[in-house]
């Protein structure tokens, strides 16, 4: 299922695109499609061979920002953010222009040695065919490498500079065509560029000695100011510490805070509990309801009483009546320690209302304490800041004194082991190859674009000369092709095409008429006239008119009937002329001979011949349609086959006027001769007096162009049988 599929899909990509007529196109031309690319890419080696080569030398170095002074964390990862990238990539960027800027360039050729030795070098760089040879001198834009080279120039022509990608790796190139020449120059720029570094680092090294030289002058004056400032501030404000003072202060304050909160809390709920006895007014019940008096000991006390009173009053009720002593006794106790607990209770009022004066006043004295605290610690903080000021001052001078002492200490040593940050990680090397040209490349390139120039060109000819060159190239003409006949190359000795059929029964030709008289016996009944005919001669009709005879005479009787009285030709493709009757189809339409004098049968065969007869130069000259068609008609009835020959349609009328009288018309289409619009031309002339035509013969097909077409073929048929099988 799977290669049925795969075979589907590769039917459907010919079927789009119809790659099967490109494939016979380049089979067709297959010998100028192959030697003419060949013969470019010749030219191209001879071009290639003639190109000077390009050396390149390269050398890799390692640039590398100085040393940082990290100071937190954050900076350790610092290069790893998208900032510290771009940093680094501008500071590589601004070496690469100075390697190539015109400073370092121009430092290389200071030394006059170096100069005379590139130039030297430069005129051993050998002259290429082109430049040499004047007839084609024009294909060179070289200079005369005798005259005076600036070396300069044609370093910054031949130098690149490339940075990898995401590094502080670089690559320097120069390219020449003496490879030596590219060694010694690019080692000469790289030693300008390393000692531009080192010289540019020591001069902003003594620059900065310098200016730190001035600036340690005004820092030893501005320390001493700073000193004495600080030093009259103490005296003016007899200060020695301030800081144990501040931390006294700040606990004092925070100890009175929390002094007032607690009694404005402690306020609140007396104002609240005050409050709710007003609203009591003397009732027990709402007095006992406020917490702080129902939880006093005395309270609490009573309350326990007169509960334990009150169920001992019930006790007795049940027992005795009112007026029993015991009740009575018991109820004069119970009213004692009412009484007792509104005493006890206004005892309590009286203390709390005493109790809240008393926190009024200590809150009072508490926030007077806190004011004059913070009004202490303010005046300490005025004194500490303008303190810190003056010592912030002498440090901040210490400071920077010492870094720059420090400094200047370190500027002295490295200006005498100053070293570049640039490390040379690859010297730059002698090429043993040249980088161009590359032979095989330049050769392929003319080769591959020279087939597909040729093979364009072909394939625009093709398409251009409206030549029928297979089955598919008919179909716009919605007329069947009844049978694809191939082209027979070689024929044996003793064979004759127009007798293919009979002679030679197991070739691919015979085969092909097989099939078309298959078609045509299926296609149409017996006793009808068929005629074949093309566009102009040539094409095959009567090859084919003779072999279909010969296929048909096999089942049946057949006549042929030759009707181009002004050139015939069955005859003389049977070599039978000399046996020919000396009257034919143009006497006997014209009347006065019997249709036994004008047959003859062809010898070795079954089929019989009507001659054409005299030559005349008009068929239409000589009868009518009506007539010819009841002619015609009276063979019918004597043969189960009548084939009819004609002229080609083009250049004469004769089978215009013929195809009215006949049942079935065949058109012969030659490969790669036949022109569609000639075809065309042909069908309209058809269909203007009204003939319809029933099929095309596509003949002289080249089939082992186009294995598509191997099923048209006995051999193919057979192998394609076998690959589904």
């Known amino acids: 299922m799977e290669n049925k599929s795969f075979l589907n899909k590769l039917e459907s990509i010919n079927d789009q695109l119809n790659l099967t007529h490109y494939w016979i196109i380049f089979l067709k031309y297959k010998r100028i499609i192959i030697l003419a690319p060949i013969l470019f890419g010749v030219l191209g080696l001879f071009i290639a061979l003639n190109i000077n080569p390009i050396f390149q030398s390269q050398a890799t170095l390692v640039i590398e920002e100085s040393t940082k002074n990290i100071v937190n964390i954050e900076e350790v990862y610092g290069s790893q953010s998208p900032q510290g990238g771009f940093m680094n990539n501008n500071y590589i960027n601004n070496q690469i222009q100075i390697i190539e800027s015109d400073e370092v360039l121009t430092s290389v050729i200071l030394d006059q040695k170096v100069n005379a030795k590139a130039v030297g070098m430069y005129q051993k760089i050998p002259k290429s065919f082109f430049s040499s040879n004047k007839l084609l001198s024009f294909f060179s834009d070289e200079q005369d490498k005798k005259k005076t080279i600036n070396i300069k120039k044609y370093i910054k022509e031949n130098l690149s500079v490339i940075q990898v990608r995401n590094s502080d790796v670089v690559n320097i190139i120069i390219t020449s065509g003496n490879p030596e020449l590219a060694k010694f120059l690019l080692e000469k720029v790289i ?3 390393l000692k531009y570094d080192v010289d540019t680092k020591v001069r902003v090294t003594n620059y900065a000695n310098a200016q730190i030289n001035v600036r340690l002058s005004k820092l030893l004056e501005q320390m001493e100011i700073a000193e004495q400032k600080l030093l009259n501030y103490k005296k003016e404000n007899n200060l020695i510490d301030i800081g144990d003072i501040k931390e006294l202060k700040i606990d004092q304050i925070k100890s009175v805070s929390k002094r007032i909160i607690d009694a404005n809390r402690e306020l609140q709920k007396k104002q609240n509990d005050l409050t709710a006895i007003k609203l009591a007014d003397g009732n027990v019940e709402e007095l006992l309801a406020i917490s702080d ?3 006093k000991k005395e309270v609490d006390a009573i309350r326990t009483n007169i509960n334990a009173t009150n169920d ?3 006790a007795l009720q049940i027992i005795y009546k009112d007026e029993h002593p015991k009740v009575k006794k018991v109820l004069k106790t119970k009213i004692n320690l009412d009484n007792r607990l509104k005493e006890i209770l206004d005892e309590n009022i009286a203390a709390a209302a005493y109790e809240l004066a008393n926190l009024k006043g200590f809150i009072t004295i508490s926030e007077e304490e806190l004011n004059k605290a913070k009004f202490e610690l303010q005046d300490l903080e005025e004194k500490d800041v303008s303190l810190k000021q003056f010592v912030r001052e002498v440090e901040t001078n210490n400071k920077i004194y010492e870094t720059f002492l420090q400094r200047m200490k370190e500027t002295n040593e490295v200006k005498e082991l100053q070293s570049s940050n640039v490390r040379i990680i690859q010297n730059a090397l002698l090429p043993l190859k040249p980088i161009s040209p590359d032979i095989f490349k330049i050769t392929m390139l003319f080769y591959i674009l020279s087939f597909g120039a040729i093979f364009v060109l072909l394939v625009y000819f093709e398409f251009n000369s409206n030549t029928v060159m297979e089955p598919s190239n008919l179909d716009e003409l919605s007329i069947p092709v009844l049978a694809t006949l191939p082209s027979v190359k070689k024929i044996d000795k003793g064979y004759h095409l127009s007798q293919m059929f009979i002679e030679d029964v197991n070739s691919e030709f015979s085969e092909s008429i097989r099939t078309l008289r298959t078609l045509l016996v299926a296609k149409y009944q017996k006793n009808k006239t068929i005629l074949i005919s093309s566009t102009y001669s040539g094409e095959g009709k009567t090859t084919i008119s003779l072999n279909t005879a010969l296929a048909f005479s096999k089942i049946g009787k057949v006549l042929l009937v030759e009707t181009d009285i002004r050139r015939p030709s069955v005859l003389s493709k049977t070599t039978q002329v000399e046996e020919a009757p000396k009257v034919g189809f143009s006497d006997l339409i014209q009347g006065g001979v019997n249709v036994s004098d004008c047959i003859m049968k062809l010898p070795g065969s079954e089929i019989e011949v009507m001659t054409s007869g005299a030559r005349r130069s008009d068929l239409t000259d000589l009868t009518t349609t009506k007539k010819l068609k009841q002619f015609f008609d009276v063979l019918k009835q004597n043969y ?39 075809i065309k031309s042909v069908l309209k002339k058809l269909d203007n007096v009204g003939v319809k035509v029933d099929g095309l013969v596509l003949n002289d097909l080249d089939t082992s162009k186009a294995s598509y077409y191997g099923y048209y073929q006995y051999g193919g048929y057979s192998n394609k049988y076998k690959s589904y099988s």
Do not use: C, M, W
């Not at 006027?657 to 036949?674: E, G, P």
């Open 191 to 193: 030693d300008s560029y």
């Open 293 to 295: 008096l129902r939880s």
């Open 312 to 314: 001992n009053i019930e």
């Open 640 to 678: 189960d086959y009548v084939i009819i020959d004609t002229p080609p349609i083009q250049p004469v009328s004769d089978t215009l006027f013929i195809s009215q009288a006949t049942d079935h018309n065949l058109i012969v289409v030659r490969a790669n001769v036949t022109k569609l619009v000639g």
